[in-house]
Nanobody, 121 residues
Framework: QVQLVESGGGLVQAGGSLRLSCAASGSVLSIGDMGWYRQAPGNQRELVATISGAGITTYADSVKERFAISRDNPKNTVTLQMNSLKREDTAVYYC???????????????WGQGTQVTVSS
């Protein structure tokens, strides 16, 4: 069974930092893009950051210069380092990965279960 398991959410004061991690497990042959979305109450899910298999990164304008995404390919993990957190960063954060599974002919997007990040003033 393929899973994406997230860790690292929590409560932090504005200006603080948190580090989110997400690990893929199961019969994974290869991983394409990985990244993070977030969803605040009453809002649509929005893209936060992505990283390709080659390490090319993209960020939402609202998190540029504050967040950094990285991946460890041998460990099938993606990490989001969040610095200078603001109240508006409060949301449930979801990791995703484009996974090519053993015996599959194409990749599918898999999602983590979500982790709550709450930034207090």
């Amino acid at each position: 069974q393929v899973q994406l398991v997230e860790s690292g959410g929590g409560l932090v004061q504005a200006g603080g930092s948190l580090r989110l991690s997400c690990a893929a497990s199961g019969s994974v042959l290869s991983i394409g893009d990985m990244g993070w979305y977030r969803q605040a109450p009453g809002n649509q899910r929005e893209l936060v950051a992505t990283i390709s298999g080659a390490g090319i990164t993209t960020y939402a304008d609202s998190v540029k210069e504050r967040f950094a995404i990285s991946r460890d390919n041998p460990k099938n993990t993606v990490t989001l380092q969040m610095n200078s957190l603001k109240r508006e960063d409060t949301a449930v954060y979801y990791c995703y990965a484009d996974l090519l599974l053993l015996a599959s002919v194409r990749s599918y997007k898999y999602w983590g279960q979500g982790t709550q990040v709450t930034v207090s003033s």
